[in-house]
């Protein structure tokens, strides 16, 4: 446990309440160096912004990423606070980013779904694009040409131990692949067949 010299609170001792400066835990709290920091630099705003100024803004990124790559715990820990200080922003950039790109979305939703039931293999917007013009815009079941309204599917079935990689995926229209369900492809092939001939 440590006092802070500015506020007086006994803290634990560690990065999570007293901030590192040259290797070394500060006697000022987290709280109480923020706020330092923060009327510290309203009052040299200028020479802050002379500093950035002299710098390119492809400098300033690299700094940052630089920056990022060499403190990864407090890269993390900085965006999650700010995550959650902001939770408006992440939203309305989610919904932007979602409308804008809904295949790349799709594609993250597909990953997430194949990492929980510990399927191996990943895809990207760019293999369902291939996989597409292999099927030369049709479905791969019943060969129908494909609409806006298409859906990605697992050859294998994730719950019978397909993979989530590009070698397991096909498009197919949506009646074909809610009919598949989880069924194994031969299975719902020979049935495909059945109701096509009956």
């Given at each position: ?14 990065i999570?309440?007293f ?9 000022q ?5 923020k ?7 309203e009052k040299?705003?200028?020479k802050?912004q002379g ?6 803004p492809?400098?300033?990124r690299k700094?940052?990423r630089?920056?990022?790559r060499?403190?990864?715990e407090?890269?993390?820990r900085?965006?999650?606070n ?17 409308a ?6 799709r594609?993250?939703v597909r990953?997430r779904r194949?990492l929980?039931k510990?399927a191996?293999g ?39 131990g ?5 070698e397991n995926?096909?498009?197919a ?6 009919r ?6 031969e299975v719902f092939i020979?049935?495909l067949?059945?109701?096509c001939?009956?």
């Open positions: 446990m440590k006092i802070c010299y500015d506020c007086g609170r006994l803290l634990p001792e560690d999570d309440h901030p590192q400066i040259k290797g070394k835990i500060s006697g709290c987290l709280d109480c160096r706020k330092y920091m923060k009327d510290y630099y040299n705003k200028t802050w500093y950035a100024a002299k710098r390119s492809e400098e300033n700094r940052a630089d920056w990022q060499n403190n990864p407090k890269a993390r900085r965006q999650s700010w995550r959650r200080a902001h939770p408006e922003v992440g939203t309305k950039r989610g919904r932007r980013l979602r804008e790109n809904p295949e790349v979305y594609c993250y990953n194949a929980l510990n191996p990943t895809h990207t917007a760019k293999d369902i694009v291939d996989q597409l013009d292999s099927q030369a815009g049709l479905c791969f079941y019943c060969g129908k040409e494909l609409d806006t309204c298409r859906h990605v599917d697992h050859f294998i079935p994730l719950s019978k397909g993979s989530n990689g590009p995926i096909v498009i229209c949506r009646s074909c692949n809610l598949k369900n989880a069924k194994m492809p020979a049935e067949r059945e109701s001939s009956a």
